[in-house]
């Protein structure tokens, strides 16, 4: 891992700092774990009192929770945030490819690389491929024809991105994704399903990350369109001609059916299904495990499905859930009832 000294780290941020500037940091961790050359961060007050046993060389924090602080202290408004910029800072991840190209690599002799490409080994790169500068491809990946992908943007090992697939700049693809795939589209002859050409494709923007075995299908006819800035994690289903706007986030296991359109900035939890053929307004906030069959015409924090109980409660709550139907119409008999006794009382 890189090491920073503490003055150094306290700039890069533009936090204040509080204790010795030459302080050595050699990595992050958590207060529980944390022992010297290591700095840590407290982001929610509930656990300040942790910090008098915190072993950290420093911690990250805000001014309010100084006071606590034994150790060495950066103060910023935003401690998460910073523990952000400070992972990128300290990161040791390695990069998908080594510097150069495989000689184990396939590529067609008409593909255009920029500068400081690195292809993985057995990677296939078919004709027609334009990937810019700095773009690493990791091992086993399939480019497939006329797709273009730009510059900074890294694939790691084992992804496959069909034909005709357009992909912005300083985007990052984990492994297992599958972009371009054909989307699920059939008509039925008589019981026999005939299969439709899928003709569209993937455009997808700048500074997307895409988690691993997540599917992204091409359009039927229009492209299915990913904006700047998105981030999806893993093992994501997004069905031909959907379209998501900026800075959206979408957690796990999330199924968006065909042609829907999800707006800028909203936030998708884990396991959510959404149907197809209507759209989710911008600033959505769906929890985990929404079920969303209507459009969403309001910003706002959306919810359904039920909590987890004990399988004796869940199986009284599903039998009332059944008979809700004639309980309904009980009640509005018995209002009616009510409605005329009142009426012959006056």
Not at 320 to 338: F, G, P, Q, T, Y
């Amino acid at each position: 891992m890189n090491s920073i000294r503490l003055g150094q780290l306290a700039d890069k941020l533009g936090a204040t700092l509080h204790g010795d500037k030459d302080i050595i940091i050699t990595g992050i961790a958590s207060m529980d774990s944390a022992k010297l050359g290591d700095i840590t961060f407290l982001s929610n007050n509930r656990y300040k009192d942790n910090l008098a046993n915190c072993n950290a060389s420093a911690v990250v924090l805000t001014e309010e929770n100084l006071a606590y602080c034994k150790t060495a202290a950066l103060v910023v408004a935003n401690p998460y945030l910073a523990y952000a910029y400070m992972a990128q800072l300290l990161d040791s991840t390695p990069a998908p490819a080594d510097k150069g190209i495989h000689p184990s690599a396939v590529i067609a002799s008409d593909v255009k690389l920029g500068c400081n490409v690195s292809i993985g080994a057995n990677s296939v790169i078919e004709s027609g491929v334009e990937l810019a500068d700095n773009v690493i491809i990791g091992a086993g990946c399939f480019i497939g024809k006329h797709t273009t992908i730009g510059a900074n943007t890294r694939l790691w090992a084992n992804v496959s991105i069909y034909h005709r697939v357009q992909i912005g700049c300083d985007c990052l693809i984990q492994s297992g994704a599958v972009i371009g795939s054909d989307g699920f589209g059939y008509a039925n002859d008589r019981g026999h399903w005939i299969k439709i050409p899928q003709l569209g494709r993937v455009i997808i923007g700048d500074r997307v990350e895409i988690g691993a075995c997540t599917a992204i299908d091409r359009g039927a006819l229009d492209d299915t369109v990913i904006h700047d800035g998105v981030i999806i994690d893993n093992l994501c289903q997004i069905a031909h001609n959907v379209e998501i706007g900026e800075n959206t986030a979408v957690a796990g296991g999330v199924i968006m059916a065909g042609s829907l359109k999800v707006g800028r900035y909203c936030q998708i939890g884990g396991a959510s299904v959404f149907n197809g053929h209507m759209e989710i307004a911008d600033k959505v906030v769906v929890t985990g495990m929404g079920m969303v069959m209507r459009p969403i015409n309001e910003p706002g924090i959306y919810s359904s499905g039920i909590p987890l109980q004990p399988n004796k409660t869940w199986r009284k709550t599903a039998a009332l859930v059944m008979d809700i139907d004639k309980m309904n119409k009980r009640l509005k008999s018995l209002e009616r009832k009510l409605t005329k006794q009142i009426l012959a009382d006056e």
